[in-house]
């Protein structure tokens, strides 16, 4: 396990190995495992979009085991109440005294797995707001920092709508991407047959090769990755051009998503070994970003588009 990280190629090189060790159990899914290790190195969050069955959580979990970070998974279910995944206070006896101490849910993790989160309930889906923003959480008149690193991965099932609350627009924009997750091709499906049906494996038989101290590195060197002038005032532009298409979309972008897009492209640059951020790196992060930050007016969604045919126009 690496704790010192001096350049570029040190962080390239462990990528590579995650990357290479992820997709031992994790078939097919390349795009979205290489989307939320930069989520992470830009030390924030990431929403998981697709079918059942095409390895959301495992991909979760997988990175959690090679990451060696402590990790809680949280089921999304319209029952959950804020306290059951802050933590709650409870009344204990020490020294013939009792006294009330605060017990921490799961959501005290340096990962978090919120599974089908559009199954919550909005009161506990702005329980994990402050957490995912602020990176801490205020139960009564004390606050609780949150271990660092820490970043909360979520996945919601785009089809089934009945017993759902759709997040609200403040809460997706905390989402540094929206990652979808797509059907796997024919050869990755074969392959995953091969490996599912007549091995039996799991990310157990994974072991760590980073940990909180390096991820912390990571996330620092991707701050200095430097950028041109022209591929800032590219990024502006772009996230401009979302509020000025009023033909297509309702309300843009906000600045968090000019940082956003502009960290996750310096935070591509550097897993691919390069100290400089190029344009491609940025129509490459625009989907991503962008694509849950846009509300599309009803003359899109007459035409039967959405956010990423919006997104792939404005880049043209």
């Not at 996330?219 to 033909?247: F, G, W």
């Amino acid at each position: 396990m690496d704790s010192n990280i001096k350049s570029v190629q040190d962080v390239k090189r462990i990528v590579d190995e995650v990357l290479d060790h992820a997709e031992y159990i994790v078939v097919g899914q390349e795009d979205v495992l290489k989307q939320v290790i930069i989520s992470i190195l830009c030390g924030a969050n990431a929403l998981l979009e697709g079918y059942p069955g095409l390895a959301k959580t495992l991909t979760v979990n997988t990175l959690a085991k090679l990451m060696n970070l402590s990790f809680s998974r949280i089921q999304g279910t319209p029952d959950l109440m804020p306290s059951d995944i802050i933590g709650t206070y409870v009344l204990e006896e020490m020294n013939g005294k009792r006294d009330f101490v605060f017990q921490k849910g799961p959501l005290f993790a340096n990962m978090v797995l919120m599974d089908e989160i559009n199954r919550a309930t909005p009161k506990t889906q702005s329980a994990l707001l402050e957490a995912m923003q602020e990176k801490q959480v205020t139960v009564g008149t004390q606050v609780f920092k949150m271990d660092q690193p820490f970043f909360v991965l979520a996945t919601q099932n785009p089809i089934e709508q009945e017993g759902t609350y759709p997040l609200p627009e403040a809460q997706s924009d905390r989402f540094l991407f929206k990652i979808k997750t797509d059907y796997p091709s024919k050869e990755a499906e074969a392959e995953i047959l091969n490996r599912y049906a007549e091995e039996n494996r799991s990310n157990d038989e994974l072991k760590p090769l980073l940990n909180a101290n390096t991820i912390i590195q990571m996330q620092n060197m991707v701050r200095k990755i430097p950028v041109a002038n022209d591929i800032k005032d590219y990024v502006v532009r772009l996230v401009q051009k979302t509020r000025s298409h009023k033909e297509l979309i309702e309300y843009g972008a906000s600045p968090r998503a000019s940082i956003g897009l502009l960290m996750a492209a310096k935070a591509k640059a550097l897993i691919e070994g390069r100290n400089y951020v190029s344009k491609e790196d940025i129509k490459e992060m625009a989907l991503p970003i962008l694509r849950h930050r846009i509300i599309l007016n009803f003359e899109a969604e007459r035409n039967n588009f959405d956010g990423d045919d919006v997104v792939k126009y404005l880049l043209k």
